[in-house]
C-alpha cells in the first residue's frame, strides 16, 4: 500500500507541474500577443521570399555594359536610407557582425578576398585613451573609451551592376552584382579628410536579409516595400561613377564638376539609345 501511495503522490505531482507549466505558457503567448506596436499582426514582410532572377543564356546575351554608380542618401528620394528608425546601414552591419552576411574588402569589387566578421567590426570603430580629472580629488587617470562607427558618416553606397538585353525576350535587364557602403572620415579636429569604402557586399546573397526588411512609405504605411523591392525597381536616385574601360578609369580621374555631370549624361543616354536601336533593327 506504501508503494501505491507514493506512486500516486508522483503522479499527482507531475500532474501538478505540468498544469502550472501549461498556465505560466499560455499566459506568456497572451502577453506576447496583446502588446504590439500595430493594430493588427503583420506578417507580410516575414513570409517574403526572394523572387528568383529569370535564367540568362550566354548565347542569348545580344549587349552587356557593366557600370558603377553611387547613391548619396542627402538626396530626397534617397531619404528612406536614413530612416531615424533604421538605417540601412544597420541591416547590413548587424548581418556581418553576426557572420550571416560574407564581406569582401574595401577595393575588392571582385569578391575574391573575404574580410573575416572581426575585421568588419574594426571598420569605423576604434579603441582609444583619454585622460580624466576626478572632480574631488583633481586626480588624473586614463580610462580606455571605445569610440563606435557613426551610422551619420556614412553617406553614400556605390553599386557594381550589369546591364543585360537578352536578344531571346527582347528585354534589357539590370543585375545589381555588389553593393559598398562609403563613410566620411574626418581627423582628430573634425575635419574632414576623404569617403571611405568600408567594404564590398555580394547582392545576391545580400538579397535574402534585403527581402524582409521594410522600407518607410511616406504615403501608407500598410503597404511598404521592401528594400530588395528598392533595389530591383529602382527606386532610387544616383550617379553614375564609372563605365567598364581599357584604362579602367572612374569618371573623376578624367572629369570634375560640370564635366563629371555631363559625362554620368552621356553614358546614360548611350545606354538608352543602345536599347532603342535594339528594339528598331
Same mark, same amino acid.
Given at each position: 500500500?506504501?508503494?501505491?501511495?507514493?506512486?500516486?503522490?508522483?503522479?499527482?505531482?507531475?500532474?501538478?507541474?505540468?498544469?502550472?507549466?501549461?498556465? +505560466?505558457?499560455? *499566459?506568456?503567448?497572451?502577453? !506576447?500577443?496583446?502588446?504590439?506596436?500595430?493594430?493588427?499582426?503583420?506578417?507580410?514582410?516575414?513570409?517574403?521570399?526572394?523572387?528568383?532572377?529569370?535564367?540568362?543564356?550566354?548565347?542569348?546575351?545580344?549587349?552587356?555594359?557593366?557600370?558603377?554608380?553611387? +547613391?548619396?542618401? %542627402?538626396?530626397?528620394?534617397?531619404?528612406?536610407?536614413?530612416?531615424?528608425?533604421?538605417?540601412? #546601414?544597420?541591416?547590413?552591419?548587424?548581418?556581418?557582425?553576426?557572420?550571416?552576411? *560574407?564581406?569582401?574588402?574595401?577595393?575588392?569589387?571582385?569578391?575574391?578576398?573575404?574580410?573575416?566578421?572581426?575585421?568588419?567590426?574594426?571598420?569605423?570603430?576604434?579603441?582609444?585613451?583619454?585622460?580624466?580629472?576626478?572632480?574631488?580629488?583633481?586626480?588624473?587617470?586614463?580610462?580606455?573609451?571605445?569610440?563606435?562607427? %557613426?551610422?551619420?558618416?556614412?553617406?553614400?553606397?556605390?553599386?557594381?551592376?550589369?546591364?543585360?538585353?537578352?536578344?531571346?525576350?527582347? *528585354?534589357?535587364?539590370?543585375?545589381?552584382?555588389?553593393?559598398?557602403?562609403?563613410?566620411?572620415?574626418?581627423?582628430?579636429?573634425?575635419?574632414?579628410?576623404?569617403? #571611405?569604402?568600408?567594404?564590398?557586399?555580394?547582392?545576391?546573397?545580400?538579397? %535574402?536579409?534585403?527581402?524582409?526588411?521594410?522600407?518607410?512609405?511616406?504615403? %501608407?504605411?500598410?503597404?511598404?516595400?521592401?528594400?530588395?523591392?528598392?533595389?530591383?525597381?529602382?527606386?532610387?536616385?544616383?550617379? #553614375?561613377?564609372?563605365?567598364?574601360?581599357?584604362?579602367?578609369?572612374?569618371? *573623376?580621374?578624367?572629369?570634375?564638376? #560640370?564635366?563629371?555631370?555631363?559625362?554620368?549624361?552621356?553614358?546614360?543616354?548611350?545606354?538608352?539609345?543602345? !536599347?532603342?536601336?535594339?528594339?528598331?533593327?
Amino acid at each position: 500500500m506504501s508503494i501505491m501511495k507514493t506512486i500516486k503522490s508522483i503522479i499527482s505531482f507531475i500532474l501538478l507541474l505540468s498544469t502550472t507549466f501549461f498556465e +505560466i505558457s499560455a *499566459q506568456d503567448v497572451t502577453e !506576447e500577443s496583446t502588446v504590439r506596436d500595430r493594430a493588427y499582426d503583420v506578417e507580410r514582410t516575414a513570409n517574403r521570399r526572394v523572387i528568383p532572377y529569370e535564367h540568362l543564356r550566354e548565347s542569348d546575351v545580344f549587349y552587356e555594359r557593366r557600370i558603377w554608380r553611387e +547613391i548619396n542618401v %542627402n538626396e530626397k528620394l534617397n531619404k528612406p536610407f536614413i530612416y531615424p528608425q533604421g538605417y540601412f #546601414i544597420e541591416i547590413i552591419l548587424d548581418a556581418a557582425y553576426e557572420c550571416v552576411l *560574407q564581406t569582401y574588402e574595401m577595393m575588392d569589387d571582385q569578391f575574391k578576398s573575404p574580410l573575416s566578421c572581426e575585421d568588419v567590426k574594426a571598420i569605423g570603430n576604434s579603441i582609444d585613451t583619454e585622460l580624466v580629472v576626478d572632480p574631488v580629488t583633481l586626480e588624473e587617470s586614463y580610462e580606455v573609451v571605445e569610440n563606435l562607427l %557613426n551610422r551619420d558618416h556614412v553617406t553614400k553606397y556605390r553599386l557594381k551592376e550589369d546591364w543585360i538585353f537578352d536578344k531571346q525576350l527582347s *528585354q534589357l535587364y539590370v543585375r545589381i552584382l555588389g553593393i559598398a557602403p562609403i563613410m566620411e572620415k574626418y581627423d582628430e579636429n573634425g575635419n574632414f579628410m576623404a569617403d #571611405i569604402v568600408m567594404f564590398w557586399t555580394y547582392y545576391p546573397d545580400l538579397r %535574402n536579409l534585403l527581402v524582409n526588411e521594410e522600407v518607410f512609405n511616406p504615403y %501608407n504605411d500598410s503597404q511598404r516595400l521592401s528594400w530588395d523591392d528598392i533595389f530591383e525597381m529602382r527606386l532610387f536616385a544616383s550617379t #553614375i561613377t564609372k563605365e567598364n574601360n581599357v584604362w579602367d578609369r572612374r569618371i *573623376q580621374d578624367y572629369a570634375t564638376g #560640370i564635366d563629371a555631370l555631363l559625362e554620368h549624361d552621356r553614358i546614360r543616354q548611350e545606354m538608352f539609345e543602345k !536599347e532603342h536601336d535594339l528594339w528598331s533593327l
